[in-house]
Nanobody, 130 residues
């Protein structure tokens, strides 16, 4: 069982930056592939970016809408994964969710769909103003 807790959300002006963090419980954090999703009001939850489990080459994958602006990183010593968001736009406004999936395959795969993830955080609100 893994529990995830996001933090770092808030209100920022367009063009600004925010760094979201996700703290995970458990002793095998490095064995989990991690992902970030977001859900804007009235819309479906969408994939933002993901990171493969440790030991498999640290593969990243990002949605086209955030590529070049957002970066995911992990610190296994602290059981945290972060989402650095730069050049924020009003359309980035959403609740952001951290997700985890145990990956024992060492494949280096990045999971991109909601159904593939086993554990979710409660979400943190990000609001980007004009």
């Amino acid at each position: 069982q893994v529990q995830l807790v996001e933090s770092g959300g808030g209100l920022v002006q367009a063009g600004g930056s925010l760094r979201l963090s996700c703290a995970a419980s458990g002793r095998t954090f490095s064995s989990y592939a991690m992902g970030w999703f977001r859900q804007a009001s009235g819309k479906e939850r969408e994939f933002v970016g993901g990171l493969s489990r440790s030991g498999s080459g640290a593969t990243h994958y990002y949605a086209d809408s955030v590529k070049g602006r957002f970066t995911i990183s992990r610190d296994n010593a602290k059981n945290t994964v972060s989402l650095q968001m730069n050049s924020l736009k009003p359309e980035d406004t959403a609740v952001y969710y951290c997700a985890a999936k145990y990956d024992g395959s060492w494949s280096g795969f990045v999971f991109k769909t909601r159904d593939e993830y086993d554990y979710w955080g409660q979400g943190t609100q990000v609001t980007v103003s004009n």
